[in-house]
Every structure is written in structure tokens, then in C-alpha cells.
């Protein structure tokens, strides 16, 4: 019923930038917190940026100052500016939403496809 459909993602020279977008798209009520994952090959998946209902944004140390979280609540999409790419960024980038949908009174996890990013030297 609910959908995260990612997108931008792609290969870039390290020093350049991508902007990764994730829509969310059914019946839903109400989204809370988005946030960003990353998964290189042969590793744990990891939190890169949260951003809450309020638009306030938390980085990992790795991206800080070079990855911006914005949202577009109208929209149900959340952005991911990704600047001054290293090759140590890449990994498939997934996006997750915390919300609920008209009719429930909980808040559920959804998951987007993942987005490949691959930054070369």
C-alpha cells in the first residue's frame, strides 16, 4: 500500500556531487522521521542522515559537512545532496520513513530499493 521510490543515484568522479530522492507514495496520514542508509559491499548497513517531522537533520561524522537532508513534506520526498564525493561513499543508499497511514494509529518502517552510488578516483 505504501511505496518509497529512490532515485539519483549513479557514478561520479570523486569532489562531485549527486542528489538522491526518495517519494513516498500511498495512503498515508502522516510521516515522521526520514531517514537515509547506506550499505557498502561486505557491510552492515548504516545510518547516514535522520531528518525529523520539524526538519531537524542529524549526520554521521563521515558525511557531515558535505551531505545535506531536506524534505518536502507537501510532497511526501525527502532529498539527499551529496557533496564532494569520496570513493569510501560508495554503496547502495536507502531511504526509510517512519509513518502511519489513514485508518492506523501506528507508526510502521518502510523501506525504499536502494540506489547505487559509485564515486571513482
Known amino acids: 500500500q505504501v511505496q518509497l521510490v529512490e532515485s539519483g543515484g549513479g557514478l561520479v568522479q570523486a569532489g562531485g556531487s549527486l542528489r538522491l530522492s526518495c517519494a513516498a507514495s500511498?495512503?498515508?496520514?502522516?510521516?515522521?522521521?526520514m531517514l537515509w542508509y547506506r550499505q557498502a559491499p561486505g557491510k552492515q548497513r548504516e545510518l547516514v542522515a535522520t531528518?525529523?517531522?520539524?526538519?531537524?537533520?542529524n549526520y554521521a561524522d563521515s558525511v557531515k559537512g558535505r551531505f545535506t537532508l531536506s524534505r518536502d513534506n507537501a510532497k511526501n520526498t525527502v532529498y539527499l545532496q551529496m557533496n564532494d564525493l569520496k570513493p569510501e561513499d560508495t554503496a547502495v543508499y536507502y531511504c526509510?520513513?517512519?509513518?502511519?497511514?489513514?485508518?492506523?494509529?501506528?507508526?510502521?518502517?518502510?523501506w525504499g530499493q536502494g540506489t547505487q552510488v559509485t564515486v571513482s578516483s
Open positions: 526509510n520513513a517512519e509513518l502511519s497511514q489513514y485508518g492506523s494509529h501506528i507508526y510502521v518502517n518502510y
Open positions: 500511498g495512503s498515508i496520514f502522516s510521516i515522521n522521521t
Open positions: 531528518v525529523t517531522s520539524g526538519g531537524s537533520t
